[in-house]
């Protein structure tokens, strides 16, 4: 595996962009200033407390919820102050897999793969199987798989298949809710290199939302922390385990040897 940056963000072309952002419930305040920005051909990862907006910030960033206050830029477009068309061709270059894979019930895998390249390109009939083939080979799923129904398949399987359909468009980002949760350690591992190997081998930048200590450990290159409405910790695994928090270091306890701790990077 190369060597990787925790701060690369700072140093490379920034495709996200998160400025001051505020988010509300009522008299609730979620967010309150929260900024970061994400380099070209990154993989960070978002933690924080139950509570502190790491979903709804996902889904502020790709459009899907207004914020109170704030810039959101993908690909240097505003997703909230461009014209609609803008937001629509931004999002064809990008991805998002929701937590639990939100696959059409009833379509095939095939056809859920095929459903973006349908809707938004004008892909020839006669190609579109060799493109959701490919895909789903980049997912690491075998041909045979197309054919069968969401419902036929595992949970790690359909994560796979969601991240298929991510890839149709050659998205440059792409966003992950909790892409490992509820899989066995075996099968997160697996889906770990996936998605590690999307970021070293494509160059898609990489925005999830994760409570995995292996994924955080193992794979990921920066990561963000959540708290009180802002960012508390931002930079490589092992920096952020440095971080005099009270709970930055009770969401790390359970590694406590020095073994354990990544190297710099």
Do not use: C
Request: glycine share 8%; proline share 4%.
């Amino acid at each position: 595996m190369r060597e990787r940056s925790g701060r690369a963000a700072d140093a490379g072309e920034s495709v996200v962009e998160v400025e001051r952002v505020v988010t509300r419930f009522g008299a609730q305040t979620v967010h309150d200033g929260v900024s970061f920005a994400l380099a070209r051909g990154t993989l960070t990862a978002l933690i924080g407390a139950s509570g502190t907006g790491k979903s709804v910030l996902l889904r502020e960033i790709i459009g899907l919820v207004r914020p109170d206050g704030g810039r959101v830029r993908v690909l240097g477009t505003d997703m909230w102050s461009a014209l609609a068309a803008e937001v629509a061709a931004v999002r064809r270059r990008f991805g998002m897999m929701f937590q639990d894979g939100a696959l059409f019930s009833s379509l095939t895998v095939a056809q859920n793969v095929a459903v973006p390249l349908i809707e938004h390109t004008r892909t020839p009939a006669e190609l579109l199987a060799p493109l959701v083939a490919l895909r789903l080979a980049q997912a690491g799923l075998a041909p045979e798989v197309g054919a069968k129904m969401p419902s036929e398949l595992s949970g790690g399987m359909r994560k796979r298949a969601a991240i298929a359909r991510a890839l149709a468009l050659e998205p440059e980002v792409l966003f992950l809710d909790e892409p490992t949760s509820g899989l066995d350690p075996a099968t997160a591992r697996a889906f770990d290199a996936l998605v590690r190997s999307l970021v070293d081998d494509l160059g898609i930048t990489v925005l999830l939302v994760t409570h995995d200590l292996d994924t955080l450990l193992t794979v990921v290159d920066r990561l963000i922390v959540l708290a009180e409405g802002g960012v508390r910790a931002d930079g490589s695994v092992a920096e952020v385990m440095q971080t005099d928090d009270a709970w930055i270091r009770a969401y790390f306890a359970v590694r406590t040897m020095a073994a354990d701790v990544p190297r710099a990077r």
